[in-house]
Protein backbone atom coordinates (compact mmCIF):
# COMPACT_ATOMS: atom_id res chain seq x y z
CA UNK A 1 0.00 0.00 0.00
CA UNK A 2 1.51 3.38 -0.74
CA UNK A 3 1.01 5.70 1.99
CA UNK A 4 0.19 9.28 0.23
CA UNK A 5 1.61 12.73 1.37
CA UNK A 6 -0.83 14.30 4.05
CA UNK A 7 -0.40 17.61 2.26
CA UNK A 8 -1.23 17.19 -1.18
CA UNK A 9 -4.19 14.78 -0.04
CA UNK A 10 -5.38 17.92 1.79
CA UNK A 11 -5.19 20.02 -0.78
CA UNK A 12 -7.05 16.69 -2.74
CA UNK A 13 -10.09 17.12 0.05
CA UNK A 14 -10.71 20.71 -0.39
CA UNK A 15 -12.70 18.82 -3.78
CA UNK A 16 -15.07 18.46 -1.01
CA UNK A 17 -17.70 20.90 -0.23
CA UNK A 18 -18.22 21.49 3.40
CA UNK A 19 -21.03 23.81 2.83
CA UNK A 20 -23.62 21.37 2.83
CA UNK A 21 -24.69 18.46 6.14
CA UNK A 22 -24.85 15.23 5.85
CA UNK A 23 -23.05 14.30 2.73
CA UNK A 24 -22.70 11.00 1.01
CA UNK A 25 -19.43 9.56 0.01
CA UNK A 26 -18.73 6.95 -1.96
CA UNK A 27 -15.26 4.88 -1.63
CA UNK A 28 -14.38 1.84 -4.15
CA UNK A 29 -10.48 0.82 -3.57
CA UNK A 30 -8.30 -2.39 -3.84
CA UNK A 31 -5.89 -0.79 -0.95
CA UNK A 32 -3.13 0.27 -3.52
CA UNK A 33 -3.26 3.55 -1.56
CA UNK A 34 -4.26 4.76 1.93
CA UNK A 35 -6.66 7.56 0.87
CA UNK A 36 -9.32 5.86 2.78
CA UNK A 37 -7.84 6.48 5.81
CA UNK A 38 -8.12 10.63 4.83
CA UNK A 39 -11.53 10.01 3.63
CA UNK A 40 -12.53 8.22 6.93
CA UNK A 41 -10.80 10.85 9.34
CA UNK A 42 -12.94 13.85 6.76
CA UNK A 43 -16.23 12.47 7.23
CA UNK A 44 -16.00 11.49 10.77
CA UNK A 45 -14.91 15.26 11.09
CA UNK A 46 -17.45 16.60 9.51
CA UNK A 47 -20.79 14.30 10.23
CA UNK A 48 -20.69 12.86 6.96
CA UNK A 49 -21.08 9.24 5.57
CA UNK A 50 -18.38 7.00 4.04
CA UNK A 51 -19.04 4.10 2.10
CA UNK A 52 -15.93 2.03 1.65
CA UNK A 53 -16.18 -0.60 -1.22
CA UNK A 54 -13.23 -3.29 -1.09
CA UNK A 55 -12.54 -5.28 -4.34
CA UNK A 56 -9.91 -7.98 -4.04
CA UNK A 57 -8.58 -8.79 -0.90
CA UNK A 58 -9.27 -6.71 2.51
CA UNK A 59 -6.70 -4.47 2.94
CA UNK A 60 -5.71 -3.00 6.61
CA UNK A 61 -7.35 0.60 7.74
CA UNK A 62 -5.70 2.50 9.98
CA UNK A 63 -9.00 2.98 11.63
CA UNK A 64 -11.90 1.50 13.47
CA UNK A 65 -15.20 2.00 11.81
CA UNK A 66 -16.97 1.63 15.31
CA UNK A 67 -15.48 4.66 16.13
CA UNK A 68 -17.57 6.43 13.19
CA UNK A 69 -21.06 6.04 13.01
CA UNK A 70 -21.59 7.39 9.34
CA UNK A 71 -18.71 4.86 7.97
CA UNK A 72 -19.36 1.01 6.35
CA UNK A 73 -17.05 -0.98 4.95
CA UNK A 74 -18.17 -4.07 2.96
CA UNK A 75 -16.48 -6.09 0.04
CA UNK A 76 -17.99 -5.15 -3.06
CA UNK A 77 -17.81 -7.62 -6.78
CA UNK A 78 -17.32 -5.31 -9.67
CA UNK A 79 -19.00 -7.58 -11.17
CA UNK A 80 -22.93 -6.82 -9.62
CA UNK A 81 -25.38 -5.69 -11.22
CA UNK A 82 -25.40 -2.45 -9.20
CA UNK A 83 -22.72 -1.18 -6.54
CA UNK A 84 -25.29 0.32 -4.11
CA UNK A 85 -28.19 -1.77 -2.69
CA UNK A 86 -30.38 0.64 -1.35
CA UNK A 87 -31.72 4.04 -3.29
CA UNK A 88 -29.02 5.96 -1.74
CA UNK A 89 -27.29 8.50 -3.72
CA UNK A 90 -23.97 10.18 -3.43
CA UNK A 91 -22.61 13.57 -3.80
CA UNK A 92 -18.84 12.21 -4.38
CA UNK A 93 -17.63 8.40 -5.59
CA UNK A 94 -13.85 8.31 -5.42
CA UNK A 95 -11.83 5.40 -7.14
CA UNK A 96 -8.94 4.58 -6.18
CA UNK A 97 -8.26 0.70 -8.37
CA UNK A 98 -5.55 -0.49 -10.25
CA UNK A 99 -5.74 0.57 -13.99
CA UNK A 100 -5.94 -3.16 -15.06
CA UNK A 101 -9.04 -3.47 -12.89
CA UNK A 102 -10.83 -0.82 -14.61
CA UNK A 103 -9.52 -1.38 -18.05
CA UNK A 104 -11.43 -3.97 -18.80
CA UNK A 105 -14.67 -2.80 -18.66
CA UNK A 106 -14.63 0.90 -17.96
CA UNK A 107 -17.90 2.05 -19.67
CA UNK A 108 -19.91 -0.23 -17.35
CA UNK A 109 -18.30 0.50 -14.28
CA UNK A 110 -19.20 4.31 -15.08
CA UNK A 111 -22.90 3.50 -15.73
CA UNK A 112 -23.05 1.83 -12.34
CA UNK A 113 -21.33 4.87 -11.34
CA UNK A 114 -23.47 7.20 -12.55
CA UNK A 115 -26.89 5.59 -11.61
CA UNK A 116 -26.14 5.47 -8.08
CA UNK A 117 -24.74 9.62 -7.97
CA UNK A 118 -26.71 12.52 -7.36
CA UNK A 119 -26.89 14.99 -10.30
CA UNK A 120 -24.12 17.02 -10.81
CA UNK A 121 -22.43 14.55 -8.24
CA UNK A 122 -18.39 14.41 -8.90
CA UNK A 123 -16.86 11.10 -9.64
CA UNK A 124 -12.24 11.09 -8.66
CA UNK A 125 -10.33 8.70 -10.07
CA UNK A 126 -6.50 7.96 -9.34
CA UNK A 127 -4.95 6.38 -12.66
CA UNK A 128 -1.37 6.09 -12.95
CA UNK A 129 0.40 8.41 -14.57
CA UNK A 130 2.96 6.25 -16.92
CA UNK A 131 -0.41 3.88 -17.51
CA UNK A 132 -2.18 4.18 -20.90
CA UNK A 133 -5.60 4.14 -19.24
CA UNK A 134 -4.86 7.85 -18.62
CA UNK A 135 -4.82 8.85 -22.26
CA UNK A 136 -8.11 7.15 -22.72
CA UNK A 137 -10.18 8.28 -19.86
CA UNK A 138 -11.42 12.08 -20.85
CA UNK A 139 -13.32 10.24 -24.02
CA UNK A 140 -14.46 7.01 -22.04
CA UNK A 141 -15.61 9.92 -19.13
CA UNK A 142 -17.70 12.34 -22.15
CA UNK A 143 -18.64 8.65 -23.30
CA UNK A 144 -20.25 8.07 -20.42
CA UNK A 145 -22.09 11.45 -19.78
CA UNK A 146 -19.73 12.78 -17.60
CA UNK A 147 -18.77 16.57 -18.16
CA UNK A 148 -16.42 19.23 -16.82
CA UNK A 149 -13.42 16.48 -16.22
CA UNK A 150 -10.51 18.35 -14.70
CA UNK A 151 -6.97 16.38 -14.08
CA UNK A 152 -4.94 17.71 -10.86
CA UNK A 153 -1.26 17.24 -10.83
CA UNK A 154 -1.06 16.50 -7.14
CA UNK A 155 0.71 13.17 -6.51
CA UNK A 156 3.92 12.06 -8.23
CA UNK A 157 2.58 8.57 -9.38
CA UNK A 158 -1.19 9.81 -9.64
CA UNK A 159 -3.22 11.67 -11.99
CA UNK A 160 -6.22 13.19 -10.07
CA UNK A 161 -9.11 12.77 -12.56
CA UNK A 162 -12.42 14.43 -11.62
CA UNK A 163 -15.62 14.62 -13.62
CA UNK A 164 -19.22 15.72 -12.59
CA UNK A 165 -22.30 13.90 -13.37
CA UNK A 166 -24.69 15.75 -16.34
CA UNK A 167 -27.50 17.06 -15.25
CA UNK A 168 -30.83 15.76 -16.48
CA UNK A 169 -29.52 12.57 -18.43
CA UNK A 170 -30.83 9.21 -17.63
CA UNK A 171 -30.16 5.81 -18.75
Given at each position: ???????EVDMLMQIVSDHYPNQQIFHIS?????????????????????????????????????????????????????????????????????????????????QKIYRMMKNSGIVVLMPKKDGR???????????????????????????????????????
Amino acid sequence: MERLDKREVDMLMQIVSDHYPNQQIFHISDGNNDLHDYLFELTKRRGYEYDLRIVGDPFECSFDPKDHPGCTIEELDLGRKAFNKHARLYEYAFVTLEDHILEDDFQLFLQKIYRMMKNSGIVVLMPKKDGRFRERIDTMLEDGYFVAINHIDLFDGYDIVNARKMHGWHR
